[in-house]
T-cell receptor
Framework: KAGVTQTPRYLIKTRGQQVTLSCSPI?????VSWYQQTPGQGLQFLFE???????NKGNFPGRFSGRQFSNSRSEMNVSTLELGDSALYLC????????????????FGPGTRLTVL | AQSVSQHNHHVILSEAASLELGCNYS??????LFWYVQYPGQHLQLLLK??????LVKGIKGFEAEFIKSKFSFNLRKPSVQWSDTAEYFC????????????FGTGTLLAVQP
């Protein structure tokens, strides 16, 4: 089975621009979560989607948004980029959401490295 | 608010030494616990997980962890490390029955010298 894929792998943008990152979960997985990884803040939860619905959102400004499509693929968007948005953005997929069962583990993709200049 | 503490930020060991990485969390309810590893240039991989039952869990590559509920701890151990264990290790907590949201510790960078 193919793993979680994320595109693009690397991205360079300038301040004020917007960016869209894509995540394709493992086949059959319906839950997708996004995390931001930086040297200073570590791994922080952004949001989680299941069946095209956002189930939970982390403590990030409204410039960070996401969505999930009917095929479970997910995108996240960051508008009006700031220098501090430079980070590795990780996507994780799991078969289900824990609202159904807590016996659930997540599988991470390789990430998209975003650099904001 | 939930938080996870990893007390060792950098650990340097020689091959064959024993390893113990500390992890403590703050949450009074039932939790699921995880250790993830990130090898240089690779993505996060699950080392082991605790959902319920035996508090001593075994994972891949000879790693194990013990859940001590009274101490809110989930320490990672390996009796004898290898150079290939050089990586960053993250402890993570998820609330039982809630979403898939993981709260991560700040990570421990392990360097194993040959």
């Amino acid at each position: 089975k193919a793993g979680v894929t994320q595109t693009p792998r690397y991205l360079i943008k300038t301040r004020g621009q917007q960016v869209t990152l894509s995540c394709s979960p493992i086949s059959g997985h319906r839950s997708v979560s996004w995390y931001q990884q930086t040297p200073g803040q570590g791994l922080q939860f952004l949001f989680e989607y299941f069946s095209e619905t956002q189930r939970n959102k982390g403590n990030f400004p409204g410039r960070f948004s996401g969505r999930q499509f009917s095929n479970s693929r997910s995108e996240m968007n960051v508008s009006t980029l700031e220098l501090g948005d430079s980070a590795l953005y990780l996507c994780a997929s799991s078969p289900r959401t824990s609202g159904i069962s807590s016996y659930n583990e997540q599988f991470f993709g390789p990430g998209t490295r975003l650099t904001v200049l | 608010a939930q938080s996870v503490s990893q007390h060792n930020h950098h650990v340097i060991l020689s091959e064959a030494a024993s390893l113990e990485l500390g992890c403590n969390y703050s949450y009074g309810g039932t939790v699921n616990l995880f250790w993830y590893v990130q090898y240089p240039g690779q993505h996060l991989q699950l080392l082991l997980k605790y959902f319920s039952g035996d508090p001593l869990v075994k994972g891949i590559k000879g790693f194990e962890a013990e859940f001590i509920k009274s101490k809110f701890s989930f320490n990672l151990r390996k009796p004898s490390v290898q150079w290939s264990d050089t990586a960053e290790y993250f402890c993570a907590v998820k609330r039982w029955g809630a979403t898939n949201k993981l709260i991560f510790g700040t990570g421990t960078l392990l360097a194993v010298q040959p």
